[in-house]
């Protein structure tokens, strides 16, 4: 197989990364990677379904994933997976030594080791310029949910149907599971048993960088979890606080102690982005500085600064957040040609204990098993978005009243960067907007049935 082939096949197959932006993944398939990285550094805490997977398919991955690497001409495919997650470790030892070109490369338990940018040093040595690509160090990295659908596009022609989510926090039985593209989170959690309590938020992707949803939010093909928290626990509470509070208490407190830049691990990388630097910028409208400001392009809004290193309880990743969001409706772009400084020798000392983490969010007593239960679930209803990935949103390819069949195309790729989306269920078009198709199951069988290769 070409790697022309090979990208044909996964776009059409609607594969995007699982998680994260949602970059597709036929983008990827580039011969300018002599390295290929597989990531299953569960970035997020409390995260699951990366570990899961690989663990109950590893035959399958390692398979595709040195395809892939035989595809590309790569010379190496590592497998990045954190030393702790002992059982996956354990079965890809078994089918890793089948293919030459696959090697493991156990990572540390410290957050965040799933950033692109932190995994491929880890992994690799090398430092991805600030603002730059993988692809122009010579690195792809795959997702292990990516190449699981990768894995299904080729052997069974399947297209991307389902996504695995992991439900945890306040509810009865915590669980990881696959369901339908478009289910609501409110149907997901159910799954898990419902809430344990009356008040509770939903946090949609993780503690650090998830974002609180509503009950009828769909899954897309980027959802890994979802976080069910009382609406009093301090997360919840500081991802609801207004940019102006936050600016106030920053003008107010901020002690320029560097904590929050001691501890960015971009910054310990060589790239230029200094939290507080801009937190002392922005808090004295000292707007001749534009460094502290141009540099904002480069934070990977992991989020340390604000949920873990600041004594005083500041908010500078979100700030940043609003910046970079004002600088780029004003048309300014991140700065080219910026060279990485050394690589800092305290790298080492300033990482952060998962463990550690999870304690200072308050997250510990959420630590706890979530089986996967890898078998498609049946819902009565999906509400599919058009625009599931980074790039131009797919173009709808059906009308109301329209009855589909699980597999089918129901949005085509538009031009450039683009994939196609896929019925999850069968059933009937019950509503088309220009954001979303909404799809009722057929009667028998709940609408989900497991895919058939035609």
């Given at each position: 197989m070409?790697?022309?082939?090979?990208?044909?096949?996964?776009?059409?197959?609607?594969?995007?990364?699982?998680?994260?932006?949602?970059?597709?993944?036929?983008?990827?398939?580039?011969?300018?990677?002599?390295?290929?990285?597989?990531?299953?550094?569960?970035?997020?805490?409390?995260?699951?379904?990366?570990?899961?997977l690989?663990?109950?398919?590893?035959?399958?991955?390692?398979?595709?994933?040195?395809?892939i690497?035989?595809?590309?001409?790569?010379?190496?495919?590592?497998?990045?997976?954190?030393?702790?997650?002992?059982?996956?470790?354990?079965?890809?030892?078994?089918?890793?030594?089948?293919?030459?070109?696959v090697?493991?490369?156990l990572?540390?338990?410290?957050?965040?080791?799933?950033?692109?940018?932190?995994?491929?040093?880890?992994a690799?040595?090398?430092?991805?310029?600030?603002?730059g690509?993988?692809?122009?160090?010579?690195?792809?990295?795959?997702?292990?949910?990516?190449?699981?659908?990768?894995?299904?596009?080729?052997?069974?022609?399947?297209?991307?149907?389902?996504?695995?989510?992991?439900?945890?926090?306040?509810?009865?039985?915590?669980?990881?599971?696959?369901?339908?593209?478009?289910?609501?989170?409110?149907?997901?959690?159910?799954?898990?048993?419902?809430?344990?309590?009356?008040?509770?938020?939903?946090?949609v992707?993780?503690?650090?960088?998830?974002?609180?949803?509503?009950s009828?939010?769909?899954?897309?093909?980027?959802t890994?979890?979802?976080?069910?928290?009382p609406?009093?626990h301090?997360?919840?509470?500081?991802?609801?606080?207004?940019?102006?509070?936050?600016?106030?208490?920053?003008?107010?407190?901020?002690?320029?102690?560097?904590?929050?830049?001691?501890l960015?691990?971009?910054?310990?990388?060589?790239?230029?982005?200094?939290?507080?630097?801009?937190?002392?910028?922005?808090?004295?409208?000292?707007?001749?500085?534009?460094?502290?400001f141009?540099n904002?392009?480069?934070?990977?809004?992991?989020?340390?600064?604000?949920?873990f290193?600041?004594?005083?309880?500041?908010?500078?990743?979100s700030?940043?957040?609003?910046?970079?969001?004002?600088?780029r409706?004003?048309?300014?772009?991140?700065?080219?040609?910026?060279?990485?400084?050394?690589?800092?020798?305290?790298?080492?000392y300033?990482?952060?204990?998962?463990?550690?983490?999870?304690?200072?969010l308050?997250?510990?007593?959420y630590?706890?098993?979530?089986?996967?239960?890898n078998?498609?679930?049946?819902?009565?209803?999906?509400?599919?978005?058009?625009?599931?990935?980074?790039?131009?949103?797919?173009?709808?390819?059906?009308?109301?009243?329209?009855?589909?069949?699980?597999?089918?195309?129901?949005?085509?790729?538009?031009?450039?960067?683009?994939?196609?989306?896929?019925?999850?269920?069968?059933?009937?078009?019950?509503?088309v907007?220009?954001?979303?198709?909404?799809?009722?199951?057929?009667?028998?069988g709940?609408?989900?049935?497991?895919?058939?290769?035609?």
């Open positions: 070409t790697a022309e082939e090979l990208s044909g096949i996964v776009r059409e197959a609607g594969v995007v990364g699982a998680g994260g932006a949602g970059f597709p993944t036929y983008m990827k398939i580039d011969k300018r990677a002599n390295t290929i990285l597989l990531n299953c550094a569960e970035c997020e805490p409390l995260l699951r379904l990366h570990r899961q690989l663990r109950d398919h590893a035959q399958e991955i390692v398979r595709t994933f040195a395809m690497a035989d595809t590309l001409e790569a010379e190496e495919a590592v497998i990045g997976v954190k030393e702790k997650y002992r059982s996956t470790v354990a079965a890809l030892q078994q089918w890793v030594p089948a293919y030459p070109k090697r493991i490369q990572l540390p338990g410290a957050y965040p080791m799933g950033d692109e940018v932190v995994l491929i040093y880890e690799t040595g090398r430092v991805i310029s600030p603002g690509l993988p692809i122009e160090a010579g690195v792809a990295v795959f997702n292990v949910e990516t190449v699981y659908n990768i894995y299904q596009a080729l052997e069974n022609s399947q297209p991307v149907l389902d996504k695995v989510v992991s439900v945890v926090g306040e509810v009865h039985r915590p669980v990881t599971v696959r369901v339908p593209l478009g289910t609501s989170l409110e149907e997901v959690v159910a799954m898990a048993g419902g809430e344990t309590i009356p008040e509770q938020v939903y946090l992707g993780g503690p650090m960088m998830g974002h609180i949803g509503s009828a939010d769909p899954v897309t093909k980027t890994n979890a979802v976080l069910v928290l609406e009093d301090v997360i919840i509470q500081r991802k609801r606080m207004p940019a102006s509070i936050g600016m106030k208490r920053a003008a107010s407190s901020c002690c320029q102690c560097e904590t929050c830049t001691d960015c691990p971009r910054h310990n990388l060589g790239h230029p982005i200094e939290p507080h630097r801009f937190m002392r910028a922005m808090s004295n409208h000292d707007y001749g500085d534009l460094d502290a141009l904002l392009f480069f934070c990977s809004s992991c989020g340390l600064c604000e949920m290193s600041c004594p005083q309880g500041l908010s500078p990743r700030l940043i957040a609003d910046c970079k969001e004002g600088l409706k004003a048309g300014i772009k991140a700065p080219k040609g910026v060279v990485p400084a050394p690589v800092k020798e305290s790298r080492e300033r990482k952060v204990p998962e463990n550690r983490l999870e304690a200072r308050g997250l510990t007593k630590e706890t098993e979530a089986p996967l239960d078998q498609v679930r049946s819902v009565p209803r999906v509400r599919e978005l058009l625009s599931q990935h980074i790039g131009a949103p797919a173009v709808c390819a059906v009308k109301k009243g329209d009855s589909v069949v699980r597999g089918q195309v129901i949005a085509e790729a538009a031009a450039g960067l683009s994939v196609p989306v896929h019925a999850s269920i069968c059933g009937t078009v019950t509503e907007t220009d954001k979303y198709v909404e799809i009722t199951a057929a009667k028998s709940g609408g989900s049935d497991i895919w058939q290769k035609q």
